[in-house]
């Protein structure tokens, strides 16, 4: 079955402690987002890839940092983590915003916890 | 700005039927999307509407005013797995999806 794999599901990290997360996608899909996301609230998009292109949100911390290597895996770096930064770690795929309409495809997150 | 509004939080009877209202304010409209969330898993996608008027499927339904800048899903005969958050989602003139957060639903026995 085509899918997004995010790993690992749960990452504990010391405060400041660099961690990685990683996120697969068998789907094809042109687009990759990374999503942060706290308690009862919206996803909150970080930034996201259209193949190569890499897009930032403007409030984006520049303690995140994302790589995608190839069209299948991205991976989220957080390089000095701070207690704020604890959620859920959302990533997601999509073929083309431009041709709607364009679901977003969730892998089933990461769940961060800063000690 | 952006701005998405659902209720807080709903709670209905099992074997009912609910409705979960959303308005939107966005930059330009290319479509809005429900999803489900249970809770501490991934969004899932539900439905899509771009033109005025009822989307079915099965169980559910969601319908779009793009004038009033308003939608609804509306979920029959609710089950306890249904006990889940929606969110409603718009992608504005830029593609870019705008999110909000969530209405939690509760299912009583």
């Known amino acids: 079955d085509a899918m997004v794999i995010q790993n690992p599901r749960y990452q504990v990290t010391q405060f400041g402690k660099p961690v990685t997360l990683s996120c697969s996608q068998t789907l094809n899909h042109n687009v990759m987002y990374w999503y942060q996301q706290k308690s009862s609230q919206a996803p909150k998009l970080l930034f996201h890839y259209y193949d190569k292109d890499f897009n930032n949100e403007a409030d984006t911390p520049d303690n995140f940092q994302s790589r995608r290597p190839n069209t299948s895996f991205c991976f989220l770096d957080i390089r000095s983590p701070g207690l704020g930064d604890a959620a859920m770690y959302l990533c997601?795929?999509?073929?083309?915003?431009?041709?709607?309409?364009?679901?977003?495809?969730f892998g089933p997150g990461t769940r961060l916890t800063v000690l | 700005g952006q701005n998405i509004d659902q209720p807080t939080e709903m709670t209905a009877t099992e074997g009912a039927i609910v409705q979960i209202n959303c308005t939107y304010q966005?930059?330009?409209?290319?479509?809005l999307f429900w999803y489900q969330q249970h809770a501490g898993e991934a969004p899932t996608f539900l439905s899509y509407?771009?033109l005025d008027g009822l989307e079915e499927k099965g169980r559910f339904s969601s319908f779009l005013s793009r004038s009033k800048g308003y939608s609804y899903l509306l979920l029959k005969e609710l089950q306890m797995k249904d006990s889940a958050s929606y969110l409603c989602a718009v992608m504005d003139s830029n593609y870019q999806l705008i999110w909000g957060a969530g209405t939690k639903l509760i299912i009583k026995p």
């Open positions: 966005t930059s330009g409209f290319n479509g």
């Open positions: 997601a795929t999509s073929r083309d915003p431009s041709r709607p309409p364009d679901t977003q495809y």
């Open positions: 509407n771009v």
